[in-house]
């Protein structure tokens, strides 16, 4: 509870400072874009919240993104339906997830290491989807080759992104309601249900959790997969909110964002602590600190600055608590 009435009160002042920055800082347009990203982040933040929480790490998520951006492309660029092509890009998510898990669960290696790995394979694989295509994916290059996809990409696009079907106007954070959509989703399975008890435990402590009857394995594994799928989510939405993507950086470093949001948002790097509204919260900050960036004229190489800072702070923290523990005991 602390942590979250932290990054409220950040929120407040974030948001205090960026509508006395400028006039148009506080209109209603450039409010509904910020939030609008803040969910777009936050739909991937969910997904490295939840792997944190059993004690995992994902650095692959942000190339997951990428990749899930232009494959969304390239199906529809060789005649697949957009209606039929978001599912199979979630399902390529889930799968890169699976993977993930089967390798950090079974062959014991570590989580770091694979989901490394990760991250160079599908950055890789993002480019060589793209190779056709000069490395440039996007919804004119594929209304342009197939005309019949227009009116659905454009649903598409009002109901996940919140564009006009006519001019693509932003009218609504769409993509903000989807994020509280799913972490209700996720608030309901984490504090409501028997697997947020196990993922919880899990991230406490694995063999307490196995001695408890918990199949730690399959747990781990379905995590991992909730992850990534919603990784391909959030290319799904970067493709249709983009008016075209590079395949070498689409998603780049997506997977610092959505730890930081985490972190932020009471996730313990060491597992078995977080909250469904903590990571929405935690989400909302880093779009909020870009947008005053930009609206005070400062450079935008202090967002790195802030986000290493916020990892290490959060470390730190860990490590305090968990030698206060140890003294407690």
């Known amino acids: 509870m602390t942590r979250i009435l932290g990054v409220l009160g950040l929120l407040v002042v974030l948001y205090t400072a960026l509508i006395a920055s400028d006039p148009n800082a506080g209109k209603p347009d450039n409010l509904i874009s910020v939030a609008n990203l803040q969910g777009r982040y936050g739909v991937v933040t969910l997904g490295a919240a939840l792997v944190i929480i059993v004690g995992g790490i994902d650095l692959s998520l942000g190339a997951v993104v990428g990749c899930a951006a232009v494959l969304f492309g390239i199906l529809m660029n060789d005649g697949v339906h957009p209606y039929a092509a978001v599912p199979l890009v979630i399902l390529f998510g889930a799968l890169v997830g699976f993977t993930n898990g089967l390798l950090i669960t079974r062959l014991k290696v570590q ?194 600055v802030v986000i290493g800072l916020t990892l290490l702070f959060g470390a730190i923290v860990d490590e305090l608590i968990r030698q206060r523990s140890r003294v407690h005991r």
């Open 111 to 304: 989580p770091f290491l694979v989901t490394l790995c990760g991250m160079f394979i599908f950055r890789g694989v993002a480019q060589l989807l793209a190779q056709p295509m000069r490395g440039t994916v996007g919804m004119t290059s594929v209304i342009e080759a197939h005309r019949e996809f227009n009116d659905p990409l454009r649903t598409l696009r009002y109901l996940l992104i919140g564009k006009a079907p006519t001019d693509g106007e932003l009218l609504f954070p769409a993509q903000f309601i989807l994020l509280i959509i799913l972490a209700g989703v996720v608030g309901f399975f984490l504090h409501r249900t028997a697997y947020g008890r196990y993922w919880y435990a899990i991230g406490h402590s694995e063999l307490a959790a196995k001695y408890a009857g918990v199949n730690v394995n399959r747990q781990r594994v379905s995590v991992y997969v909730v992850c990534s799928a919603l990784g391909s989510l959030g290319g799904i939405l970067l493709f249709l909110d983009a008016p075209s993507l590079q395949s070498n950086n689409a998603g780049y470093t997506w997977e610092l964002y959505a730890i930081l949001g985490a972190v932020l948002g009471g996730c313990s790097l060491r597992g078995g602590e977080g909250t469904a509204v903590g990571m929405v919260l935690g989400a909302m900050v880093l779009p909020v600190l870009e947008n005053l960036v930009n609206f005070r004229g400062d450079k935008s190489d202090v967002i790195p």
